[in-house]
């Protein structure tokens, strides 16, 4: 019997510990594969978030170091100028990059630091029971935004891609969503090469992965998955916002 | 002994760093210890290092975790209100159980306060700093010698106990040129088998972390490392004594004010005056053994620093409150002169060191 479908090498076997339908899990998997892909699970070194993935470093068999909220790119940075033969990846939520580490984001770009940033925004605090994060949506309720968010008063989310697609030292940055098959592919693809680029030290690579939480959202797994594609993609629409070497041969 | 070279305080500690084997730095620029990063940006570049001016302090401190999370030595200095940046870092620091050096060259506060020489930042080096229970290792040079040869041993103790080694010197001890001989002797080397190196998939993947949700776990984790650091109390304590075989009063000073102090004791002593010195080096783990005895001889003690009497309660409870001890001190950037002393040593001396 042909094994047509299996765990990736680069996953543990603990159980994780998300919300169900939480989309951290495929983002996970996605991340395994690419290393599992391109055989480097060996050299790789990851650096955990504060938020609901800050145990990802039970989840990867990589080498792995927990940072402090928002400073996992200074702490990547680190890492990599230790050994610059390592590949070394963050995984952050939007809480953790996009408000208390948004310095850090900007300038591990800004000194094309030759990393990889998974970058998950699910417009919402989950770990700490759904507040209002810096992507929440306008209009949209969270604990901490109970009549809704109003830009009037707390202003607007910040849109991480289109920030840095300004920064001239950011390699490539895309957003992509895994709230459909063809989305998970797309966003594989882009991982894929952030990672790659990482190899041939081409710089400062960031995905944003559009995702869920239908815990703090407070809707069924399936909602949730449509509420990307009503509310969330619009917003934050997909695509590649920077390719600083496709910009080179298209020129 | 090597040649001696003429040298400020602040490139003292760069050079002996690097002879220490530390080829990453991370800083960031503020008064009065910016030659460090200047030097570094220098040096590093020519033995093939990393120098890298960080965004903040906040980032600095995290470059050094992810160094040290690899296991090599290294390094980032700052001054007072920086310092209370890199707080949160240095935590994780103590909370990872990762070696490090962490340098303040002290200036006035509390806030921007000023850039003149301070040791108000005792209380935040010695008792921890940042949150949760934990120490470091504090250091306190009293000459460019000392920045260079303390900066050796803050390398050596940070890896040995796998935790922090501060620096706590002040603006005089960075500005000031002194002659200095740089010679690192053997450097020791140490087994990091928790380092962060790849896992060249040839064993269980290295963690890197100070989180514990059980909260049993946590509190063995703790008490383990109140183990360390009760070794580190009983092994590692370092002091000068200064004239203390027949004092009657005994002088506490560290850093630039012990170097003022010992001026006003030389005076008093050619007055007749039974003054010593205990000088610590090692502000945390503190010399209380041999200041306790002390206590025993002496009538009364003298605390001359530049803060609002922050080591006096640590002299207090090294000697039980058994004697009286008294401040003479100057803040805000003023430092004590050798009359201050000499007036505080000749008031105790007169009233006898009564309350």
Redesign the interface.
């Known amino acids: 019997m042909s094994v047509v479908f299996e765990k990736p090498k680069s996953l543990t076997d603990a159980v994780l510990h998300y919300c169900p339908g939480c989309t951290h899990g495929i983002i996970h998997r996605l991340v395994a594969e690419v290393i599992d892909e391109l055989g480097i699970e060996g050299k790789t070194i990851g650096v955990a978030p504060v938020g609901c993935a800050v145990m990802a470093y039970d989840y990867f068999t990589c080498d792995f170091v927990q940072a402090a909220h928002g400073r996992a790119p200074a702490v990547a940075t680190g890492v990599k100028r230790s050994d610059p033969s390592k590949i070394v990846f963050t995984y952050q939520g939007d809480g953790d990059l996009a408000a208390i580490g948004t310095a850090e984001t900007v300038h591990s770009a800004a000194r094309r630091e030759n990393i990889t940033v998974i970058f998950v925004n699910n417009a919402i605090y989950g770990m700490t029971g759904g507040q209002m994060a810096p992507t929440t949506l306008p209009g949209q309720v969270t604990q901490t935004s109970p009549y809704g968010r109003d830009v009037e008063t707390v202003g607007y989310p910040v849109k991480v891609c289109e920030l840095l697609s300004n920064v001239d030292g950011a390699a490539y940055v895309e957003r992509v969503a895994v709230n459909n098959v063809k989305n998970v592919k797309n966003a594989k693809k882009a991982i894929k090469k952030a990672f790659q680029n990482q190899i041939e030290g081409k710089g400062f690579s960031l995905i944003e992965v559009v995702s869920t939480c239908p815990t703090n959202w407070g809707m069924t797994p399936e909602k949730a998955l449509e509420w990307v594609d009503e509310k969330m993609i619009p917003y934050y629409p997909l695509g590649v916002y920077k390719d600083i070497y496709a910009e080179e041969e298209a020129k | 002994m090597s040649e001696k070279v003429l040298m400020k305080g602040n490139e003292a500690i760069a050079e002996a760093a690097i002879l220490a084997g530390c080829h990453?730095y991370?800083g960031y620029p503020i008064t009065p210890q910016t030659e460090v990063a200047a030097y570094m940006a220098k040096r590093m570049p020519k033995i093939g290092g990393?120098f890298?001016q960080?965004?903040?302090e906040?980032?600095?401190i995290?470059?050094?975790?992810?160094?040290?999370?690899?296991g090599?030595r290294?390094m980032t200095s700052s001054s007072s209100p920086g310092v209370s940046l890199k707080a949160?870092?240095i935590s994780?620091l103590a909370g990872?159980d990762l070696p490090a050096v962490v340098v303040n060259v002290q200036r006035g506060g509390p806030g921007l306060g000023g850039i003149q020489p301070s040791q108000s930042d005792y209380f935040q080096s010695v008792k921890g700093g940042g949150h949760g229970d934990y120490h470091n290792i504090v250091l306190a040079p009293a000459s460019v010698q000392e920045m260079a040869s303390l900066t050796f041993k803050a390398f050596d103790l940070a890896d040995k106990y796998s935790m922090v080694s501060m620096i706590l010197a002040d603006g005089t001890m960075g500005q000031m040129m002194e002659p200095v001989s740089l010679d690192a002797g053997e450097v020791n080397t140490y087994e990091k088998p928790w380092a962060?190196?790849?896992?060249?998939?040839?064993r269980k993947?290295?963690?890197?972390?100070?989180?514990y949700l059980k909260p049993e776990a946590l509190d063995q984790k703790n008490f383990e490392r109140y183990e360390k650091y009760k070794t580190i109390e009983e092994n590692e304590v370092m002091y000068e004594e200064y004239l203390m075989d027949d004092a009657e009063i005994c002088v506490v000073s560290f850093g630039i004010t012990a170097r003022v102090a010992k001026n006003a004791i030389n005076e008093a002593r050619a007055k007749g005056v039974k003054v010593g010195m205990i000088r610590p080096i090692t502000l945390w783990p503190f010399p209380k053994k041999v200041l306790n005895e002390a206590a025993d001889k002496c009538k009364a003690f003298i605390s001359v620093e530049m803060s609002m009497g922050q080591m006096i309660e640590d002299i207090e409870l090294a000697i039980r409150c058994k004697k009286p001890v008294y401040l003479c001190n100057r803040v805000g950037g003023m430092i004590p002169t050798p009359e201050e002393v000499l007036a505080k040593i000749d008031e105790v001396n007169e009233n006898g060191g009564a309350f």
């Open positions: 990453h991370f990393t890298l960080a965004e903040s906040v980032s600095a995290n470059m050094v975790i992810g160094v040290a999370s690899t090599k290294v949160e870092g994780y990872c962060l190196t790849g896992t060249n998939c040839e993947h290295n963690i890197v972390n100070s989180l």
